[in-house]
């Protein structure tokens, strides 16, 4: 177990310093959801006019939309190093050494879930500076932060089995429009009650993004509704565990093939 | 332009065409995020209707087409200019240079290839939005003047993008492209008309030119144009404006061999 968890800290430690050292992999994902969020805060203040919208702020009703887009970006960040490693030939060499496949994925999360980890504490600063308003207090933001890294590391497992079935960038890249579309057809901007257009409510309720956006918003402007957390923190654990069991069979897979 | 630069522009323009229709990855791409952006607005926010004040004759999704129309085609220069710099990258945009008769040719042939390549993702946008129920008040002079405007976006797009690309020379250099496009897209009166916007973003968005070209676009699609001239003026003094940076980076481009 220590050899294991050795083993996942090295790994880890590498995903968390390569991460670090690209700007490019950084800042567009603690930049852009912000920008986003400044700009359709005040676009869509609008639709805090219609009735039935449950809050008079659509700042605070829009923040968890940037935790899961930042975690994506985070995701693409863990597919696409991980796509490299295959790339180059770094995963045959490591399975020349007695590194388990355990800690191979666990550790390539690493960098993902210190940029999750980060990007979390930055949106909801930011959100609290331009005045987002828990109505959960303390105790809220707490839970928001685990369940916003729980996504990042859900979002990361999937770029991890996207890269390793994959196995190269340029494709891993080229499956993320994919995520993005299940973010967009979500309750993202509006709440499902309030969507008008049927086919869009039926595709919002049976995409699991909803509930992950649901989940971290009812801690800001509704309070602790066990049903939205018990979904949330559940489609996050399930995405984590599914993606990883993939990931993990893809491994064997990969390995066999080298 | 002269034969020779023609000649450039055309030969360059078939091999990004051809290249296109050889990798469907580069296709795609650029076609879904249009289609998935009018999905999410028009299927997802057609609620904004209600909302006391929008008064927009064509209905929602007409008027969400519109902007994720002119988005479509700004974006589609921006992601040839993606194409320019991995062809300074790869070292045949030097070749290029060094080959071409008139250099300016090959800003040209670059523009035709996205006007190419944006085309096919009109195409199939349009076709959504009239299978989604999209409303159209216009005659045929408003759609061809909209589709016209999308155009010119689409020009003024590659321009920007291309002026980056040379100076740069390196896809490095596409967030550079892309971020300046999207906060002007984004800082423009997307889901709702101007009068709905309040505080900063009112400000910001009455002072952004896109913003006319955004509400001529959806008065031509509803067939209540209300300053068509204004809106060509602006356009064509972006054209003008950006064809300088363009020729400009061009000639950067030429200085850096």
Not at chain 1, 73 to 83: C, E, P, S
């Amino acid at each position: 177990m220590t050899l294991l968890l050795n083993q996942i800290g090295r790994i880890a430690w590498r995903s968390v310093i390569r991460t670090a050292r690209q700007p490019a992999a950084v800042i567009p994902p603690l930049t852009f959801p912000l920008m986003l969020m400044a700009v359709n805060s005040n676009g869509l203040r609008a639709a805090t006019h219609l009735p039935g919208f449950p809050t008079k702020s659509f700042l605070d009703f829009f923040l968890p939309f940037s935790f899961i887009q930042g975690a994506l970006f985070a995701a693409t960040t863990a597919g696409t190093d991980l796509a490299r490693d295959v790339d180059t030939g770094f995963l045959n060499r490591l399975a020349l050494t007695p590194m388990r496949g355990a800690a191979l994925l666990l550790g390539e999360l690493g960098g993902a879930v210190a940029l999750g980890a980060l990007q979390a504490f930055v949106y909801l600063g930011v959100g609290l500076a331009f005045g987002v308003h828990f109505v959960t207090g303390i105790g809220g933001m707490a839970t928001l932060l685990l369940l916003a890294i729980l996504i990042a590391l859900g979002w990361a497992a999937v770029g991890v089995l996207l890269a390793l079935r994959a196995g190269t960038g340029e494709k891993v890249q080229s499956q993320f429009p994919l995520l993005f579309f299940l973010v967009f057809i979500s309750s993202m901007n509006l709440p499902r009650n309030l969507i008008e257009v049927s086919w869009f409510r039926d595709l919002a309720t049976i995409n699991p993004v909803s509930y992950l956006i649901e989940g971290l918003r009812t801690l800001i402007i509704e309070g602790w509704n066990a049903q939205a957390l018990a979904l949330g923190f559940g489609v996050a654990i399930l995405m984590i565990l599914g993606a990883l069991g993939g990931a993990s069979i893809a491994l064997n897979s990969r390995m066999e093939r080298t | 332009m002269s034969g020779r630069g023609r000649s450039v522009a055309l030969g360059l323009a078939h091999r990004q065409m051809t290249t296109l229709i050889k990798n469907p990855s580069l296709l795609f791409p650029p076609m879904l995020f249009p289609l998935m952006n009018f999905l999410a607005f028009a299927g997802g926010l057609s609620r904004l209707r209600h909302v006391p004040g929008f008064n927009y004759p064509g209905g929602y999704t007409a008027f969400q087409f519109v902007f994720v129309l002119l988005q479509s085609a700004a974006f589609g220069g921006v992601f040839m200019g993606f194409g320019i710099a991995r062809d300074f990258e790869n070292g045949f945009a030097r070749r290029l240079l060094v080959a071409a008769p008139n250099r300016s040719g090959l800003i040209a042939g670059y523009a035709l290839g996205a006007l190419f390549r944006w085309s096919m993702v009109a195409a199939m946008l349009t076709i959504v939005a009239l299978v989604a129920g999209m409303q159209i008040g216009g005659n045929g002079i408003d759609i061809f003047g909209l589709y016209g405007l999308a155009v010119i976006v689409n020009v003024v797009g590659i321009l920007w993008a291309s002026g980056i690309a040379m100076r740069f020379r390196t896809v490095q250099a596409a967030p550079l492209m892309q971020t300046p496009v999207f906060m002007l897209l984004f800082l423009a009166p997307v889901y709702v008309p101007l009068s709905l916007l309040q505080g900063w973003i009112h400000t910001v968005a009455k002072a952004n030119p896109f913003t006319l070209l955004l509400e001529e676009g959806r008065g031509l699609l509803a067939g209540a144009p209300l300053h068509t001239a204004s809106a060509f003026l602006i356009a064509f003094g972006l054209v003008g404006f950006f064809l300088v940076w363009s020729l400009r980076g061009l000639r950067s481009a030429e200085r850096a061999g």
